[in-house]
């Protein structure tokens, strides 16, 4: 088998379903449908004066494809109840803290168990002090330099968000950098080219991604400063997939797949080189006691894991466990030999434990290699 680092694991997100499809074309039908899409943008620190563009293109966007909005800065609607009635939740260029425990604790749930979040812009000056939502938006803000031209590259056409552009996106706008670089946990869609602006300090230099958290969906796009940006069509349409994106969340039937290699931690494991495999690798090189963990997939309320597997070793067991490596076991399923690593087929199993925190998985079996994991699903 061939290795492969980490990083180039980590790059290969964004898994074909079953059949050839992307996750959020499995809920086109259910999308198509009304539903409803809360704004909100609260701010308790710097306010950006496009916020009433922001909304307004919101509305229009809705109005032309099927969704109607509520737009509010109100905390008090970060209940249980009245999230309910939202397909997505959009955090306009918030800022500071905006929520408190229990507000934060109820919107948690809410995308746990399947809504969408869309953060846009400041949506990463937000809530720095609740990790969940870090993991969620993908970075928080670091600074930014003066409003000016950018070229940015757009890595991934084949999302909602994205699919109307080209190669490369000329625009004007006050360009983030980040804490940290998101790409290890997301799928970046569109990168900014740090040497046609002047005070980027990243390198790569990630600015609008999507990934699943628990069985909800994540879109963000640090665009959206200026008040013409709202006015953009090749801005509205980008805002406007976002949204498509994390609406779909909770509605479709179908979970989103996840590549076995797109680990955030681990033990003993690596990635390993097949061309059947989905993007061409797997998690590989597993031995008995090995483990590999999820930061980006949240256990709350599942009760399905699905695993596409190979093994020409000896086979095992994959347990299923919330928040550790050594956390509660939710489920287990055995791996059989399938004769070959390039042979692949599909196990699955029920979960009866009651998942709270991030997805890992424990490996056990005999000795040498065990099998190999191309994608898995909760469900």
């Known amino acids: ?79 249980a109840a009245q999230l309910a009635a ?38 990463a000056d937000t809530e720095y002090d609740w990790p969940w939502y870090g993991q969620l938006v993908g970075a928080w803000f670091h600074s930014h330099p003066a409003i000016q031209q950018v070229t940015a590259r757009v890595e991934d056409r084949t999302h909602p968000s994205t699919a109307h552009l080209g190669t490369t996106w000329v625009r004007t706008d006050e360009l983030y950098n980040y804490r940290t670089n998101p790409r290890p946990n997301v799928r970046v869609l569109i990168n900014l080219d740090e040497s046609t602006y002047s005070g980027g300090n990243m390198g790569d230099h990630p600015i609008a991604w999507y990934h699943p958290q628990g069985a909800g969906r994540s879109f963000y796009t640090g665009f959206g400063h200026t008040i013409e940006s709202y006015t953009d069509q090749a801005f509205r349409r980008h805002l406007l997939g976002g949204i498509q994106y994390a609406a779909a969340a909770g509605t479709t039937p179908t979970p989103t797949q996840i590549e076995g290699e797109a680990f955030t931690s681990q033990f003993g494991v690596q990635v390993a080189g097949h061309g059947g495999a989905s993007g061409g690798r797997t998690l590989g090189y597993i031995d008995n006691g090995d483990w590999a963990g999820y930061a980006q997939v949240n256990t709350a309320g599942a009760t399905r894991f699905s695993a596409r597997i190979s093994s020409g070793g000896a086979g095992g067991t ?62």
């Open 1 to 79: 088998m061939t290795t492969f680092t980490r990083r180039e694991a980590l790059l290969t997100g964004g898994a074909l379903l079953a059949g050839g499809l992307l996750p959020w074309q499995t809920a086109a039908a259910a999308a198509a449908a009304p539903y409803q899409v809360l704004v909100f943008s609260k701010t308790a620190g710097f306010r950006h004066d496009s916020i009433p563009a922001g909304i307004q293109a919101i509305r229009d966007l809705g109005a032309a494809n099927g969704f109607t909005v509520t737009a509010t800065e109100d905390s008090a609607v970060f209940t």
């Open 86 to 123: 939202y397909q997505a939740v959009v955090f306009l260029s918030t800022t500071g803290d905006i929520l408190n425990s229990t507000q934060q604790t109820a919107f948690e749930a809410y995308v746990n168990g399947g809504g969408g979040y869309v953060g846009v812009h400041a949506a």
């Open 318 to 379: 994959i347990r299923i466990r919330s928040g550790s490596a050594a956390g509660p076991v939710l489920g287990s399923v055995g791996v059989p030999v399938t004769g070959g690593w390039d042979n692949f087929q599909t196990v699955s199993t029920t979960l009866t434990g009651s998942g709270s925190g991030p997805l890992f998985l424990t490996f056990s079996g005999g000795s040498g290699a065990l099998f190999d994991i191309d994608t898995f699903s909760l469900s």
